[in-house]
């Protein structure tokens, strides 16, 4: 049986390197994005996975693509909310938009996506849904009010729901990663960087796939005894 495995924020980061990870493993699966058609269209045209446009952030929208994909693919079996942003500034300097802006991408998100699928994962009996959190959310992080509430609070969500899904055969579990080598962290300036690297005793940032990696594990038809666990893929930089 081809599973099908929905990936928001799929087309670059750690999303491409989870999106392929289960498309390497024969699930079928579709990428979500927010805005970049242009890399998006280059992931297709270099993976062969199909991606979708829609804001995580926007309810209606989550739902409506959720519609779509299903239509397409078949229903989902697997959710992965992977989509974030960050928009970082000590509290003196920190917008309201800033952080509304986080919060709803990184956290409702995880509401807006699973809400649709939810239902149907425990009519069918199978579901695995892994939520993408931080090591900033596990130890917060100066300048990341916004990222490390919305992050730490997907933990929370995380092992409440896994409770709503435990008997019916649907796990909800969490990754936090450490700092990983994307987009997101090629932002951070490089004097930032190097301190922060220093403070990783595995000595590198990490790489999208070995995220991928627990995504996968996670997400297996045998994983159905894991729920409502949160893995820290961190390079050993926080021990939780
Ligand atoms: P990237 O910035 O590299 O990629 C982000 C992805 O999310 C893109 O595909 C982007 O689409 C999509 N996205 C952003 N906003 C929206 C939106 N409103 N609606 C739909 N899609 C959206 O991020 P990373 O790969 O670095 O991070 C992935 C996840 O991992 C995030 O949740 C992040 O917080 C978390 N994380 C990352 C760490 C790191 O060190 N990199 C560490 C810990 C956690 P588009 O291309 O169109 O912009």
Sequence with gaps: MTRVAIVTGGTRGIGEAIALALRDKGYKVAA??????????????ATGIPAWKWNVGDHDSCR???GKIEKELGPADVLVNNAGI??????????????????????S????MSSPVFGGMRSRGFGRIV????????????GQVN????????HGFTKALAQEGAGKGVTVNAIAPG????????????????????RIPVGRLGQGHEIARGVAFLVADDAGFITGSTLSINGGQHMY
């Design 109 to 112: 998100s995880c509401f807006n």
């Design 86 to 107: 960050t928009r970082d500034a000590t509290m003196h300097k920190m917008t309201y938009t800033d952080w509304a802006e986080v919060i709803e991408t990184n956290l």
């Design 147 to 154: 990222y490390a509430a919305a992050k730490s609070a997907i």
């Design 179 to 198: 700092y990983i080598d994307t987009d997101m962290v090629r932002k951070v300036p490089a004097h930032v960087l190097d301190k922060i690297v220093a």
């Design 32 to 45: 979500g994005y927010g805005g970049d058609d242009e890399r998006a269209q280059e992931f297709t045209a």
């Design 64 to 66: 409506d693509a959720i």
């Design 131 to 142: 939520n993408i959190g931080s090591v900033n959310g596990q130890a917060g992080q100066y």
